[in-house]
């Protein structure tokens, strides 16, 4: 591994799972999260929002970075339901997901909702983790790096730099499907993704930008998905909830 290599991010999106009891999940997450891992690789759990500030609490002192999954554009507001970044972070977390797939799809945000929620990360002392990926029909169809440059222009914001952005590429096919991606098709758009950053936050801070793969990551793939030039960690789901396959991803970085 090259040294101007972003420090890698391994960050599980627990999505709407998770209870109190998930506590133990943490625990062994911090358990396991050995000082020859810290070395190599960052890790963050983004649980869903009611165990946030457990969560944070509880990982005081332990390295592992806690995370949002969704926040409104808004500071504060008559908008019930709804969790402004400030909030997110008054609760203890570092870093928020914006745009994932789920939420543009459920929820229909587009992408100058994403950029609007990584704007509000952004003023909240939040890293925004933005996701972008194609469906399986523009895959199909050979827009693929349209679709992906499409959205980068449209969900990063202006102020973005290394320490306030991640990038997280998830084709939306491979999420919970089983399925991935070649390792050409992921360095493929991961070039591309780089290129456009080059273009939106500038050569120097680009080159920093850790961009993510998720979909469908295991430990039994982890190493080769990690492996691929500009992937800097990755974005788990179902595999985030079990601790040692979160942590069994993590450890593709100890080579
Ligand atoms: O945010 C995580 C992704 O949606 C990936 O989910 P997955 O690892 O269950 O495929």
């Known amino acids: 591994m090259s040294v101007d290599r972003p420090r ?9 799972n998770g209870l109190k009891t998930s506590a133990k999940v943490l625990q062994e997450v911090h358990a396991g999260y050995t000082p020859g891992l810290k070395a190599k690789v960052e890790l963050a759990v983004c649980p869903p929002a009611t165990l946030i500030g457990q969560f944070a609490q509880a990982s005081v002192g332990s390295r592992v970075a806690i995370g949002g999954q969704d926040c409104h554009a ?8 709804d969790l402004s970044a400030e909030m997110l972070a008054d609760a203890g977390a570092s870093y928020v997901i914006v745009g994932h797939s789920e939420r543009r799809q459920y929820h229909k945000e ?4 994403v950029c609007a929620k990584a704007v509000a990360a952004h003023r909240a002392g939040l890293t925004a983790i933005v996701c972008v990926g194609e469906t399986r029909e523009e895959r199909e169809g050979g827009k693929t790096l349209a679709v992906v ?51 939106l936050v500038g050569k120097a801070e680009a080159s920093k930008v850790r961009i993510l793969y998720g979909g469908s990551v295991k430990p039994s793939n982890a190493a080769e998905l990690m492996a691929v030039e500009n992937v800097n ?23």
Do not use: C
């Open 8 to 16: 890698p991010l391994v960050a599980g999106n627990w999505k709407m």
């Open 233 to 255: 960690g990755a974005l788990v789901g179902g595999a985030s909830l079990v601790a040692a396959d979160f942590l069994g991803i993590a450890g593709a970085y100890l080579g």
């Open 149 to 199: 440059k499409k959205q980068l222009r449209g969900s990063i914001p202006v102020d973005s730099n290394s320490h306030n952005l991640v990038v997280a590429y998830e084709p939306v096919w491979a999420i919970g499907t089983g399925l991935t991606p070649t390792t050409a098709d992921v360095a493929e758009v991961h070039a591309l993704i780089r290129d456009e950053l080059r273009r």
């Open 74 to 81: 808004k500071e504060s507001g008559a908008f019930t339901g």
């Open 110 to 113: 587009k992408d100058v909702d």
